[in-house]
């Protein structure tokens, strides 16, 4: 019997895994650029159970100054995925938090910026809150998170008609769209500007990051309604994986409808929209 590899990734998603990363890591202190907290050639990206984006762990002994430890974690895992790179204190497995020395619960803010699992295989590395510094694979500034090693994006130019509405007012039609494909994610219709119905949006203060696309900024539709909140979005100077989709508008397939060559597509499942929440 064949195996799909949609539910074939989602096997090992209540372990704690790791795998390799190849380049130098190197993580700075956001108000000091030149404060080095951390430089690495042996980092590991780690996922803890149930978490869909990794962090970077790193040998202690990498680390720029001594680290204190603070509380032990029992790991209590709740069912369910963990899609998005926030709240790192929320550990998925047993472990101790730790800070830097002389300042514990203080000046790193609420939560620890380092924690050491209880896994013999990661022993003598920590986990690192990508959120608490500005991050670097060799000279490569890094966003939003760690790179996936296993996830892919790509884009390639179509001419199917694409035509995207919500409530019945028409917000894109065109057939000169590119597709934007992500692992994990719906297929996503990039319109040129031109062929956006720009009438029917208003610019929203929204914004996101991509690890892969970089900055976003949405729209919302111009009538108010709440179902068309941050209902689109564009990335104006994208990182390389983005270039291809530069200043072009996308919406959320699964808030909006999509006509494909005249044939209605079904809003799709997805980690930001599973079913139920629309």
Known sequence: MATSWIDRWQLDLDRLRWFPAAQEIRAVRREDPQDVALRSTSARLVWEP???LPVYAVPATDVSAPLVEGEHRDGQVRHGLIP?????????CAGTELWFEGAVGAEDGPSAPFFRPDDED???HVLVDFQAFDWFAEEQPLSA???DPFKRVDVVPSSRHVVVSLGGAVLADTTRAMALTETYLPL???VPREDVRWEALTPSTT???CAYKG?????SLASGD???ADIGWSYEDPLSDGERVRGYVAFWCERTDLTLDGAQMPRPESLFFPRGRR
């Open 50 to 52: 149930w978490r869909l």
């Open 84 to 92: 998005h790179p926030l709240h790192f204190e929320r550990h998925t």
């Open 122 to 124: 990661l022993a003598g």
């Open 145 to 147: 998170h760690p790179r």
């Open 188 to 190: 996503r219709w990039y």
């Open 207 to 209: 914004t996101s990051d």
């Open 215 to 219: 900055h976003a900024r949405y729209w």
């Open 226 to 228: 709440p179902d068309g």
